[in-house]
């Protein structure tokens, strides 16, 4: 058998033994002064984060300032608390370090893709920032604002006030759309919908003005009107508002209170007529005509 051979035979029984004298150099003080440290660490990054999210609540405008801190204070932390247990704590040889990295690469690689992966999502998304704490972003099939970011997995919070854990291994290989990378205004897309005859000017009127009288617009970004004609079961126009909200978090109130206005005006004005119908269906200028009273019909 040759040197090499024997050598990889006996890497083995080496790494064993590298094992073993490590599990020898650990002492119930050992592990107690391990326990200190990461609860130490838990309480630290605990406390460190409900305080910026307090910084963050006294000042809504900045709070996106103070949450970028939150995931790299996190992350420093622990990564610090690991180091102190390593070589503060345990502190191995270069040997018995060296076997161990090694058994732990072996067992991550046969069993724990997944949780590398995950890992390594964690931490490219606190350095590459694809999006941080308090931004609205979509993820898959998933939409909503930000509110954890760790190293295992990113949460969000829908609209509908549903939590969603979404593991960091899927934003390395999925797309992530961001709504406001980190500002808190937000542009808010809002659609209403018109019969195919209805006067395009007078619908531009009525949107533009509903989206510049909402109390959460964002009077120093334009507001944007864009008329579609499209076919579903029937013909019908699309207007769509194109406006920025202060704050990200009314995108659904804004949304509310611009299709309120408009339909309450559209209603008011007789452009909703036709749909109001169920029959061979006049045209609008018709039933605007006669106030909504029903044509004269014509016999076959």
């Known amino acids: ?26 002492s119930v003080g050992a592990i107690v002064v391990v326990a200190l440290v990461l609860a130490a660490a838990y309480g630290l990054s605990r406390l460190i984060v409900f305080g910026i999210e307090a910084l963050g609540a006294r000042a809504p405008r900045a709070r996106f300032f103070f949450n970028v801190l939150a995931p790299a204070v996190r992350l420093i932390i622990w990564v610090g608390a690991g180091l102190i247990i390593l070589f503060g704590v345990i502190s191995p040889t270069e040997t018995t370090l060296l076997a161990v990295l090694a058994s732990i690469g072996i067992a991550l690689g046969l069993g724990a893709q997944d949780l ?74 809002t659609d209403l919908f018109l019969p195919h005859d209805s006067d395009p000017r007078e619908a531009i009127d ?23 004609d499209r076919f579903q079961d029937g013909p019908y126009t699309l207007v769509r508002v194109k406006a920025y909200v202060y704050d990200h978090r009314f ?36 039933l605007r005509a006669t106030d909504g009273a029903a044509p004269a019909s014509t016999s076959v």
């Open 251 to 286: 995108e659904r109130p804004f949304q509310t209170d611009v299709t309120t206005r408009a339909k309450s005006e559209f209603i008011r004005r007789g452009m909703l007529l036709r749909w109001s119908r169920h029959d061979a269906a006049p045209s609008t200028a018709e």
């Open 1 to 26: 058998m040759s040197t090499g051979a024997l050598a990889a035979a006996q890497s083995p029984q080496e790494e064993l033994s590298a094992l073993m004298e490590l599990l020898e150099t650990i």
């Open 206 to 228: 009525i949107a533009s003005e509903a989206a510049y009288s909402s109390p959460y617009v964002l009077l120093t970004r334009p507001v944007v009107v864009r008329i579609e």
């Open 116 to 189: 590398v992966k995950n890992l390594i999502g964690g931490i490219i998304i606190i350095i590459d920032r694809p999006y941080q704490l308090g931004d609205r972003v979509r993820i898959g099939e998933a939409y909503g604002e930000i509110d954890y970011i760790g190293l295992h997995s990113t949460k969000l919070t829908t609209p509908d006030d549903t939590r969603v854990t979404i593991p960091n291994g899927e934003v390395l290989s999925g797309l992530a759309w961001n709504a406001n990378s980190g500002n808190p205004d937000c542009q808010v897309v």
